[in-house]
T-cell receptor
Framework: AQSVSQHNHHVILSEAASLELGCNYSYGGTVNLFWYVQYPGQHLQLLLKYFSGDPLVKGIKGFEAEFIKSKFSFNLRKPSVQWSDTAEYFCAVNRAGSARQLTFGSGTQLTVLP | DGGITQSPKYLFRKEGQNVTLSCEQNLNHDAMYWYRQDPGQGLRLIYYSQIVNDFQKGDIAEGYSVSREKKESFPLTVTSAQKNPTAFYLC?????????????FGQGTRLTVV
């Protein structure tokens, strides 16, 4: 079975700091990778996704993620965070081509201090 | 507007009672999912359905039941057999027939056992 690990449970940054959230998965086959964000009081939203092609994926609000197949990683980055980025971030994976359900990581709570 | 509607937003239940959470989508998606979200544990899959009149257990199906009589609807019943039902429940849908696509989420139902 596939699994997803997010090693940072809570990250606290000041505005304008750079962000990198780690995500590793355990599945040897071809996967689809996702980052979802949950702002306080709001529903889960897709931040970005990787299906194939360029391993550097750009998403909404200035976020990007890089798929490194050899490391089974899909880390999320943003060069300069804003107070409005305060939210919980979830990495997720499913098996490519099978349209199966997503497996989520445990989430990372990001707090950005003004 | 297309989307996923979960109701109610907040639900209180006495111990020993069954309760049903509603999930309706107008996205014409074939697949629907129920996840449970607990602090520090991410989202865990309860049940999923790839097509009408068919559904499969996820990772934590014990104490839950579902039905899929219509494409648009995928209600979740939390039974008295569920030992720790207090949680945030999220419904999602996707279009597996179109290959690799992301899941869309509802706003969730917070269930509290009193």
């Amino acid at each position: 079975a596939q699994s997803v690990s997010q090693h940072n449970h809570h990250v606290i940054l000041s505005e304008a700091a750079s962000l990198e959230l780690g995500c590793n998965y355990s599945y040897g086959g071809t996967v689809n990778l996702f980052w979802y964000v949950q702002y306080p009081g709001q529903h889960l939203q897709l931040l970005l996704k990787y299906f194939s092609g360029d391993p550097l994926v750009k998403g909404i609000k200035g976020f990007e993620a890089e798929f490194i197949k050899s490391k089974f990683s899909f880390n999320l980055r943003k060069p300069s965070v804003q107070w409005s980025d305060t939210a919980e971030y979830f990495c997720a994976v499913n098996r490519a081509g099978s349209a199966r359900q997503l497996t989520f990581g445990s989430g990372t709570q990001l707090t950005v201090l003004p | 507007d297309g989307g996923i509607t979960q109701s109610p937003k907040y639900l209180f239940r006495k111990e020993g009672q069954n309760v049903t959470l509603s999930c309706e989508q107008n996205l014409n998606h074939d697949a629907m999912y129920w996840y449970r979200q607990d602090p520090g544990q991410g989202l865990r899959l309860i049940y999923y359905s790839q097509i009408v009149n068919d559904f499969q257990k996820g990772d934590i199906a014990e104490g839950y039941s579902v039905s899929r009589e219509k494409k648009e609807s995928f209600p979740l019943t939390v039974t008295s057999a569920q030992k720790n039902p207090t949680a945030f429940y999220l419904c999602a849908s996707s279009t597996p027939g179109r290959g690799d696509t992301e899941a869309f989420f509802g706003q969730g139902t917070r269930l509290t056992v009193v």
